[in-house]
């Protein structure tokens, strides 16, 4: 069964800091892994997807890796503002066979971006 | 533009009461789910469906029902509510049969079952 960790629960940097959040998990046989953001009270919100062949995504200040084969995601966050506040969460697809279309979250880490 | 859509936001149920949270999408994705979101549990993915007329249980399917019978709409069943499945409920699709692509989330149902 799929396992996905994130280390840290949460953090709490001042503006303009460079900051990177981690998520494992137990089987590298995935599809791919996904990177949210939720905003208290809301939906998640798609930030990056990186299928298992990539190494790497780009979305303006963000920047997802994927290393399958240590079973490990980082998230970083360049230059970050207050408004970058909110919980982050990854997700992991498995490949296939009876995992088929199950997707397994993170517990997710609550990043404060203070002024 | 819409996106994903549930209805409603807010419910307080008893204990054995029935009740449907509906989930419809306008983007005419395959994919749709349910997961369940409690505090240090994270989000436990319920029923997943993969186009209409075909759906499959999730981690947690125990005490839900769902259907698929058109693209658009995904409506998640609780037959008799425990005061267990208090929780904040999400709907999410998807364009990939798979899930594989981005998912795209509604904006949750809160669930308090007395």
């Known amino acids: 069964k799929q396992e996905v960790t994130q280390i840290p629960a949460a953090l709490s940097v001042p503006e303009g800091e460079n900051l990177v959040l981690n998520c494992s998990f137990t089987?590298?046989?995935?599809?791919?892994l996904q990177w949210f953001r939720q905003d208290p009270g809301k939906g998640l919100t798609s930030l990056l997807l990186?299928?298992?062949?990539?190494r790497e995504q780009t979305s303006g200040r963000l920047n997802a890796s994927l290393d399958k084969s240590s079973g490990r995601s980082t998230l970083y966050i360049a230059a970050s503002q207050p408004g970058d506040s909110a919980t982050y969460l990854c997700?992991?697809?498995?490949?296939?066979?009876?995992?088929?279309?199950?997707?397994?979250f993170g517990q997710g880490t609550i990043l404060t971006v203070h002024p | 533009n819409a996106g994903v859509t549930q209805t409603p936001k807010f419910q307080v149920l008893k204990t054995g009461q029935s009740m449907t949270l509906q989930c419809a999408q306008d983007?005419?994705?395959?994919?749709m789910s349910w997961y369940r979101q409690d505090p240090g549990m994270g989000l436990r993915l319920i029923h997943y469906?993969?186009?209409?007329?075909?759906?499959d249980q999730g981690e947690v399917p125990n005490g839900y029902n769902v259907s698929r019978s058109t693209t658009e709409d995904f409506p998640l069943r609780l037959l008799l509510a425990a005061p267990s499945q208090t929780s904040v409920y999400f709907c999410?699709?998807?364009?990939?049969?798979?899930?594989?692509?981005?998912?795209?989330f509604g904006e949750g149902s809160r669930l308090t079952v007395l």
């Open positions: 983007m005419n994705h395959e994919y």
């Open positions: 999410a699709s998807s364009f990939h049969p798979r899930g594989a692509g981005e998912l795209f």
């Open positions: 997700a992991a697809l498995d490949a296939g066979g009876t995992s088929y279309g199950k997707l397994t």
């Open positions: 990186i299928q298992s062949s990539q």
């Open positions: 089987d590298s046989a995935i599809y791919n």
């Open positions: 469906s993969v186009g209409a007329g075909i759906t």
